[in-house]
């Protein structure tokens, strides 16, 4: 699959950086899909500190990456690379259990409605205890 080179990855970035300021520091390169950043659900800061920025034409993220690599965004130096396709997406979609693998390594349980021997027999015995 073909890396897309549009995509821009920026790193860095201050706390107090907005969608919005990513979005305008990145404009002046050419013609943007989108700007967002990396959302914190779990702290108090804004963002986990980096985003990206998907440009419409190659080359215009070219561009934006050689201007915009080390430079400052509200007092910090940002990094911008090509972004890279996050090793967690192939598949991350499925729980490990979805795995036919490890289901039959971890998972040795019968199926719903079988009976496994041992249960069938001490079954038939308490059946019979029953009758007498």
Do not use: C
């Not at 108090?44 to 915009?68: L, P, R, S, T, Y």
């Amino acid at each position: 699959m073909a890396e897309k080179k549009n995509i821009l990855y920026v790193g860095g970035l201050d706390e107090n950086v907005t969608q919005e300021m990513l979005y305008s520091a990145f404009i002046p390169f050419g013609d943007l899909v989108s700007a967002e950043l990396a959302l914190d659900h779990g702290s108090k800061a804004q963002h986990k500190g980096f985003g990206f920025v998907h440009f419409e034409d190659i080359d215009d993220a070219i561009a934006a990456q050689d201007n915009m690599h080390l430079s400052e965004l509200l007092g910090r130096t940002i990094k911008v690379t090509t972004a890279k396709p996050s090793k967690l997406m192939a598949g991350s979609n499925r729980a490990i259990w979805d795995d036919d693998e490890y289901k039959k390594e971890h998972l040795s349980m019968p199926e719903p409605g079988i009976v496994a021997n041992d249960d069938k027999k001490e079954n038939e015995d308490n059946n019979d205890d029953e009758d007498e």
